[in-house]
Protein backbone atom coordinates (compact mmCIF):
# COMPACT_ATOMS: atom_id res chain seq x y z
CA UNK A 1 0.00 0.00 0.00
CA UNK A 2 1.43 3.59 -1.12
CA UNK A 3 2.24 6.21 1.43
CA UNK A 4 -0.29 8.57 2.53
CA UNK A 5 0.11 11.86 1.59
CA UNK A 6 -1.63 14.70 3.09
CA UNK A 7 -1.55 17.59 4.48
CA UNK A 8 -4.30 20.24 5.43
CA UNK A 9 -5.92 23.28 3.46
CA UNK A 10 -5.05 26.26 5.38
CA UNK A 11 -5.73 29.94 4.56
CA UNK A 12 -2.08 31.52 3.73
CA UNK A 13 -3.80 35.01 3.36
CA UNK A 14 -1.58 37.58 4.34
CA UNK A 15 1.37 35.35 4.59
CA UNK A 16 4.58 35.28 2.14
CA UNK A 17 6.31 32.12 0.37
CA UNK A 18 9.53 31.73 -0.95
CA UNK A 19 10.16 28.68 -3.46
CA UNK A 20 13.74 27.83 -4.79
CA UNK A 21 13.79 25.85 -8.13
CA UNK A 22 9.34 26.81 -8.12
CA UNK A 23 9.38 27.10 -11.95
CA UNK A 24 9.27 22.75 -12.48
CA UNK A 25 8.58 19.59 -10.48
CA UNK A 26 8.89 19.51 -6.53
CA UNK A 27 9.20 23.04 -6.10
CA UNK A 28 6.23 24.15 -8.71
CA UNK A 29 4.03 21.87 -7.34
CA UNK A 30 4.62 23.46 -3.59
CA UNK A 31 4.58 26.83 -5.76
CA UNK A 32 1.53 26.21 -6.74
CA UNK A 33 -0.77 24.80 -3.75
CA UNK A 34 0.67 27.33 -1.58
CA UNK A 35 -0.65 30.19 -4.29
CA UNK A 36 -3.87 28.56 -3.88
CA UNK A 37 -4.15 28.62 -0.02
CA UNK A 38 -3.71 32.76 -0.63
CA UNK A 39 0.16 33.25 0.37
CA UNK A 40 2.19 35.57 -2.06
CA UNK A 41 4.61 33.11 -3.58
CA UNK A 42 7.96 34.44 -5.05
CA UNK A 43 9.82 32.10 -6.92
CA UNK A 44 13.44 32.13 -6.71
CA UNK A 45 14.55 30.81 -10.43
CA UNK A 46 17.84 31.15 -12.50
CA UNK A 47 15.39 31.23 -15.49
CA UNK A 48 13.57 33.99 -16.04
CA UNK A 49 11.82 32.80 -19.05
CA UNK A 50 10.99 29.29 -17.42
CA UNK A 51 9.66 31.00 -13.84
CA UNK A 52 7.37 33.45 -16.45
CA UNK A 53 5.95 30.24 -18.05
CA UNK A 54 5.73 28.60 -14.84
CA UNK A 55 3.93 31.77 -13.46
CA UNK A 56 1.63 31.45 -16.64
CA UNK A 57 0.69 27.64 -15.69
CA UNK A 58 -0.22 28.07 -12.16
CA UNK A 59 -2.41 30.93 -12.99
CA UNK A 60 -4.22 28.96 -15.42
CA UNK A 61 -4.16 25.66 -13.32
CA UNK A 62 -5.80 28.14 -10.35
CA UNK A 63 -8.28 30.21 -12.78
CA UNK A 64 -11.05 28.73 -10.90
CA UNK A 65 -9.51 30.04 -7.37
CA UNK A 66 -9.87 33.64 -8.02
CA UNK A 67 -6.80 35.85 -7.70
CA UNK A 68 -3.44 34.33 -7.57
CA UNK A 69 -0.28 36.25 -6.24
CA UNK A 70 2.96 34.75 -7.85
CA UNK A 71 6.38 36.26 -8.72
CA UNK A 72 9.61 35.99 -9.78
CA UNK A 73 13.19 36.75 -8.59
CA UNK A 74 16.16 36.43 -10.59
CA UNK A 75 18.27 33.20 -8.59
CA UNK A 76 21.45 31.19 -9.75
CA UNK A 77 22.05 29.18 -6.30
CA UNK A 78 25.99 28.52 -8.70
CA UNK A 79 26.77 32.21 -7.38
CA UNK A 80 26.98 33.24 -3.92
CA UNK A 81 27.23 37.04 -5.70
CA UNK A 82 23.56 35.82 -7.07
CA UNK A 83 22.44 34.29 -3.92
CA UNK A 84 23.53 37.73 -2.19
CA UNK A 85 21.80 39.99 -5.15
CA UNK A 86 18.43 37.53 -4.53
CA UNK A 87 18.24 38.27 -0.50
CA UNK A 88 19.01 41.95 -1.23
CA UNK A 89 16.41 41.97 -3.98
CA UNK A 90 14.23 40.20 -1.80
CA UNK A 91 14.03 42.32 1.42
CA UNK A 92 13.90 45.83 -1.30
CA UNK A 93 10.50 44.57 -1.53
CA UNK A 94 9.93 45.21 2.14
CA UNK A 95 7.88 42.23 2.42
CA UNK A 96 7.30 40.02 5.53
CA UNK A 97 8.59 36.18 4.67
CA UNK A 98 6.73 33.51 6.51
CA UNK A 99 7.68 30.46 4.65
CA UNK A 100 11.28 29.84 3.16
CA UNK A 101 10.82 26.71 0.86
CA UNK A 102 14.85 25.69 0.08
CA UNK A 103 13.45 22.82 -2.81
CA UNK A 104 16.05 23.92 -6.10
CA UNK A 105 18.49 21.08 -6.67
CA UNK A 106 20.59 19.27 -8.92
CA UNK A 107 21.29 15.55 -8.54
CA UNK A 108 24.29 13.30 -9.83
CA UNK A 109 26.29 15.29 -12.11
CA UNK A 110 29.95 14.44 -13.47
CA UNK A 111 32.37 16.19 -11.04
CA UNK A 112 32.21 20.43 -11.34
CA UNK A 113 32.69 23.40 -10.43
CA UNK A 114 30.94 26.64 -9.60
CA UNK A 115 31.97 29.88 -10.80
CA UNK A 116 33.25 30.16 -7.06
CA UNK A 117 35.22 27.50 -7.31
CA UNK A 118 33.46 24.91 -4.79
CA UNK A 119 31.88 21.79 -6.05
CA UNK A 120 28.45 22.00 -7.75
CA UNK A 121 25.90 19.92 -5.47
CA UNK A 122 27.83 21.48 -2.75
CA UNK A 123 27.02 24.74 -3.39
CA UNK A 124 23.73 25.17 -5.59
CA UNK A 125 22.35 22.30 -2.86
CA UNK A 126 23.36 23.26 0.29
CA UNK A 127 25.60 26.52 0.65
CA UNK A 128 23.98 29.24 -1.20
CA UNK A 129 20.70 28.02 0.53
CA UNK A 130 22.77 28.36 3.81
CA UNK A 131 23.62 31.83 2.85
CA UNK A 132 19.85 32.49 1.67
CA UNK A 133 18.97 31.62 5.13
CA UNK A 134 21.14 33.43 6.95
CA UNK A 135 20.76 37.10 5.22
CA UNK A 136 16.98 36.47 5.41
CA UNK A 137 16.50 35.61 9.05
CA UNK A 138 15.85 38.52 10.64
CA UNK A 139 13.13 39.08 7.99
CA UNK A 140 11.60 35.48 8.97
CA UNK A 141 12.01 35.79 12.66
CA UNK A 142 10.02 39.08 12.68
CA UNK A 143 7.36 37.79 10.68
CA UNK A 144 6.04 35.18 12.85
CA UNK A 145 4.96 33.28 14.92
CA UNK A 146 4.99 30.22 13.14
CA UNK A 147 7.56 31.42 10.63
CA UNK A 148 8.58 28.40 8.88
CA UNK A 149 11.92 26.99 6.67
CA UNK A 150 12.10 24.02 4.40
CA UNK A 151 14.71 21.88 3.54
CA UNK A 152 13.71 19.22 0.75
CA UNK A 153 16.87 17.38 1.47
CA UNK A 154 16.76 13.35 0.39
CA UNK A 155 17.29 9.98 1.47
CA UNK A 156 20.55 10.09 -0.41
CA UNK A 157 21.86 11.86 2.32
CA UNK A 158 22.23 8.06 3.96
CA UNK A 159 24.98 8.40 1.51
CA UNK A 160 26.61 11.49 2.64
CA UNK A 161 29.79 12.23 4.98
CA UNK A 162 31.35 15.52 6.02
CA UNK A 163 34.96 15.10 4.95
CA UNK A 164 36.77 18.45 5.01
CA UNK A 165 39.95 17.11 3.09
CA UNK A 166 37.82 16.06 0.28
CA UNK A 167 35.08 19.09 0.15
CA UNK A 168 35.35 19.61 -3.78
CA UNK A 169 36.13 16.04 -4.72
CA UNK A 170 39.36 16.01 -5.93
CA UNK A 171 40.59 13.14 -3.70
CA UNK A 172 37.78 10.93 -4.87
CA UNK A 173 34.45 11.77 -6.97
CA UNK A 174 31.08 10.21 -6.75
CA UNK A 175 27.70 11.55 -8.25
CA UNK A 176 25.63 10.00 -5.52
CA UNK A 177 28.11 10.71 -2.62
CA UNK A 178 28.22 14.12 -3.40
CA UNK A 179 24.78 15.06 -4.20
CA UNK A 180 24.25 12.71 -0.64
CA UNK A 181 26.69 14.94 1.12
CA UNK A 182 24.85 18.64 -0.02
CA UNK A 183 21.63 16.67 1.24
CA UNK A 184 22.90 15.35 4.52
CA UNK A 185 24.68 18.95 4.92
CA UNK A 186 20.97 20.63 4.56
CA UNK A 187 20.08 18.41 7.19
CA UNK A 188 22.77 19.22 9.74
CA UNK A 189 21.95 22.89 8.79
CA UNK A 190 18.79 22.48 10.12
CA UNK A 191 20.09 21.77 13.11
CA UNK A 192 22.91 24.07 13.67
CA UNK A 193 20.60 26.85 13.17
CA UNK A 194 17.41 25.61 15.09
CA UNK A 195 19.75 25.64 17.80
CA UNK A 196 20.97 29.35 17.14
CA UNK A 197 17.40 30.60 17.21
CA UNK A 198 15.48 28.70 19.89
CA UNK A 199 12.38 29.13 20.85
CA UNK A 200 12.14 32.49 18.81
CA UNK A 201 8.73 30.82 16.81
CA UNK A 202 10.73 30.04 13.49
CA UNK A 203 10.54 26.02 12.45
CA UNK A 204 13.59 24.88 10.49
CA UNK A 205 12.22 21.40 8.76
CA UNK A 206 14.06 18.91 6.49
CA UNK A 207 12.53 15.76 4.50
CA UNK A 208 12.82 13.54 1.82
CA UNK A 209 10.02 13.87 -0.68
CA UNK A 210 10.02 10.38 -1.87
CA UNK A 211 11.32 9.12 -5.35
CA UNK A 212 9.42 11.44 -7.92
CA UNK A 213 8.76 11.92 -11.03
CA UNK A 214 10.36 14.95 -12.08
CA UNK A 215 13.11 16.44 -14.77
CA UNK A 216 15.56 15.67 -11.64
CA UNK A 217 16.58 13.17 -14.28
CA UNK A 218 17.65 15.66 -16.89
CA UNK A 219 20.86 16.21 -14.94
CA UNK A 220 22.00 12.56 -15.38
CA UNK A 221 21.59 11.50 -18.79
CA UNK A 222 24.95 11.78 -20.28
CA UNK A 223 25.74 8.55 -17.27
CA UNK A 224 24.79 5.90 -19.38
CA UNK A 225 24.58 3.79 -15.61
CA UNK A 226 22.45 6.67 -14.08
CA UNK A 227 20.67 6.83 -17.47
CA UNK A 228 19.58 3.08 -17.00
CA UNK A 229 18.56 3.10 -13.50
CA UNK A 230 16.42 5.86 -14.45
CA UNK A 231 14.37 3.84 -17.38
CA UNK A 232 14.12 0.76 -15.05
CA UNK A 233 12.80 3.51 -12.22
CA UNK A 234 10.24 4.85 -14.10
CA UNK A 235 9.34 1.61 -16.18
CA UNK A 236 8.01 -0.42 -12.64
CA UNK A 237 5.90 2.79 -11.74
CA UNK A 238 7.31 3.10 -8.05
CA UNK A 239 7.81 7.06 -8.81
CA UNK A 240 5.39 9.90 -7.39
CA UNK A 241 3.55 12.69 -9.37
CA UNK A 242 5.18 16.06 -8.77
CA UNK A 243 1.80 16.58 -7.18
CA UNK A 244 2.51 13.60 -4.83
CA UNK A 245 6.10 14.54 -4.54
CA UNK A 246 5.57 18.17 -3.04
CA UNK A 247 2.78 16.59 -0.29
CA UNK A 248 5.64 16.30 2.42
CA UNK A 249 7.20 20.33 1.66
CA UNK A 250 3.66 21.47 1.69
CA UNK A 251 2.65 19.85 5.10
CA UNK A 252 6.22 20.77 6.58
CA UNK A 253 4.97 24.42 5.48
CA UNK A 254 1.68 24.96 6.60
CA UNK A 255 0.21 21.82 8.93
CA UNK A 256 -0.25 24.09 12.02
CA UNK A 257 0.35 20.98 14.39
CA UNK A 258 3.87 21.90 13.77
CA UNK A 259 3.69 25.16 14.98
CA UNK A 260 7.01 25.82 17.49
CA UNK A 261 8.17 22.79 17.09
CA UNK A 262 12.23 22.85 15.92
CA UNK A 263 14.02 20.63 13.98
CA UNK A 264 11.57 18.43 12.41
CA UNK A 265 12.61 15.50 9.89
CA UNK A 266 9.47 14.11 7.46
CA UNK A 267 8.99 11.41 5.32
CA UNK A 268 5.68 10.46 3.34
CA UNK A 269 4.28 13.98 5.77
CA UNK A 270 4.99 11.96 9.02
CA UNK A 271 8.11 13.20 11.75
CA UNK A 272 10.77 10.57 11.87
CA UNK A 273 14.47 10.84 12.45
CA UNK A 274 16.87 11.29 9.90
CA UNK A 275 19.98 9.50 9.24
CA UNK A 276 22.34 9.14 11.97
CA UNK A 277 25.24 11.04 10.57
CA UNK A 278 22.88 13.82 10.37
CA UNK A 279 22.49 14.06 14.28
CA UNK A 280 26.19 14.33 15.71
CA UNK A 281 26.02 17.57 17.55
CA UNK A 282 29.85 17.89 17.34
CA UNK A 283 29.75 17.61 13.64
CA UNK A 284 27.02 19.77 12.88
CA UNK A 285 29.35 22.27 14.36
CA UNK A 286 32.59 22.01 12.24
CA UNK A 287 30.08 21.51 9.71
CA UNK A 288 28.71 25.33 10.94
CA UNK A 289 32.13 26.92 11.31
CA UNK A 290 33.41 25.40 7.48
CA UNK A 291 30.47 27.04 5.34
CA UNK A 292 30.19 29.51 7.53
CA UNK A 293 34.15 30.79 6.59
CA UNK A 294 33.27 30.37 2.84
CA UNK A 295 30.28 32.60 2.74
CA UNK A 296 31.71 35.33 5.14
CA UNK A 297 32.04 37.96 2.50
CA UNK A 298 28.34 37.33 1.21
CA UNK A 299 26.74 37.64 4.63
CA UNK A 300 24.91 40.66 5.91
CA UNK A 301 26.55 40.12 9.19
CA UNK A 302 24.72 43.14 11.12
CA UNK A 303 21.37 41.55 10.02
CA UNK A 304 22.53 38.36 11.64
CA UNK A 305 24.20 39.69 14.84
CA UNK A 306 20.40 41.70 15.31
CA UNK A 307 18.74 37.87 15.25
CA UNK A 308 21.57 37.30 18.29
CA UNK A 309 23.64 34.64 16.14
CA UNK A 310 27.22 34.44 16.68
CA UNK A 311 29.40 34.64 13.98
CA UNK A 312 32.49 32.10 14.03
CA UNK A 313 35.71 33.11 14.05
CA UNK A 314 37.58 33.65 11.51
CA UNK A 315 40.33 30.65 10.46
CA UNK A 316 43.73 30.71 10.59
CA UNK A 317 43.73 30.33 6.71
CA UNK A 318 47.87 29.90 6.73
CA UNK A 319 47.38 26.57 8.14
CA UNK A 320 43.94 25.61 8.25
CA UNK A 321 43.18 23.93 5.03
CA UNK A 322 39.95 22.14 6.59
CA UNK A 323 38.22 25.70 7.64
CA UNK A 324 38.42 27.29 3.96
CA UNK A 325 37.99 24.67 1.98
CA UNK A 326 41.21 24.72 0.38
CA UNK A 327 42.65 21.62 -1.05
CA UNK A 328 45.36 22.96 -3.25
CA UNK A 329 45.92 21.22 -6.72
CA UNK A 330 42.62 20.10 -8.45
CA UNK A 331 42.24 16.53 -9.33
CA UNK A 332 39.08 15.51 -11.14
CA UNK A 333 39.48 12.46 -11.09
CA UNK A 334 36.00 10.48 -10.23
CA UNK A 335 35.32 7.04 -9.07
CA UNK A 336 32.41 5.96 -10.98
CA UNK A 337 30.63 7.14 -13.98
N1 LIG B 1 12.79 13.88 -7.75
C1 LIG B 1 13.16 13.08 -6.75
O1 LIG B 1 12.97 11.84 -6.80
C2 LIG B 1 13.80 13.65 -5.52
C3 LIG B 1 14.13 12.76 -4.47
C4 LIG B 1 14.73 13.29 -3.33
C5 LIG B 1 14.97 14.66 -3.23
N2 LIG B 1 14.65 15.48 -4.25
C6 LIG B 1 14.96 16.91 -4.11
O2 LIG B 1 13.83 17.67 -4.48
C7 LIG B 1 14.26 18.97 -4.91
C8 LIG B 1 13.51 19.35 -6.17
O3 LIG B 1 13.89 18.44 -7.19
P1 LIG B 1 12.95 18.00 -8.39
O4 LIG B 1 12.88 16.52 -8.35
O5 LIG B 1 11.71 18.81 -8.42
O6 LIG B 1 13.93 18.38 -9.62
P2 LIG B 1 13.76 19.28 -10.93
O7 LIG B 1 12.45 18.99 -11.57
O8 LIG B 1 14.99 19.05 -11.71
O9 LIG B 1 13.75 20.76 -10.35
C9 LIG B 1 14.91 21.32 -9.81
C10 LIG B 1 14.75 22.82 -9.68
O10 LIG B 1 15.99 23.35 -9.19
C11 LIG B 1 16.36 24.43 -10.05
N3 LIG B 1 17.81 24.66 -10.09
C12 LIG B 1 18.78 23.79 -10.46
N4 LIG B 1 19.97 24.40 -10.45
C13 LIG B 1 19.76 25.69 -10.04
C14 LIG B 1 20.58 26.81 -9.85
N5 LIG B 1 21.89 26.78 -10.09
N6 LIG B 1 20.01 27.95 -9.42
C15 LIG B 1 18.68 28.03 -9.20
N7 LIG B 1 17.84 26.98 -9.39
C16 LIG B 1 18.37 25.84 -9.82
C17 LIG B 1 15.83 24.04 -11.41
O11 LIG B 1 15.81 25.16 -12.28
P3 LIG B 1 15.83 24.98 -13.89
O12 LIG B 1 14.46 24.49 -14.24
O13 LIG B 1 16.14 26.34 -14.41
O14 LIG B 1 16.88 23.97 -14.19
C18 LIG B 1 14.47 23.53 -11.01
O15 LIG B 1 13.61 24.60 -10.79
C19 LIG B 1 15.77 18.88 -5.09
O16 LIG B 1 16.40 19.52 -4.01
C20 LIG B 1 16.06 17.39 -5.04
O17 LIG B 1 17.33 17.10 -4.52
C21 LIG B 1 14.07 15.01 -5.41
Redesign the pocket.
Given at each position: MGARLSYPEVDLKGKVAVV????????YETAKALARMGAHVVIA???QE?AQQAIERIKLELSEAGEVNVEFVQ????SLQSARDFTDNFIAKGLPLHLLIL?????AVELGRTVDGHEKHFQ??YLSHLLITLNLMSVIKSSGPDARIVN?????ATFGKFDPSNMDGSQRYSRMGFYGNS?LFQIMSMYFLQRRIAGCGVTISSL?????D???S??FQDSTFWKTVTNVVKSVGVLRS?EK?AATTINAAVNPEFKDMEALYFENCKVTQPVRSARDEATQERLWEYSFNLIREYVDTGRLASVGIELPSIPDTENNHEATGSTGEQNLTTTED
Open positions: TGGNTGIGCRSRLDLSNAGIAINVSSYAKHPGAVTEIRNPG
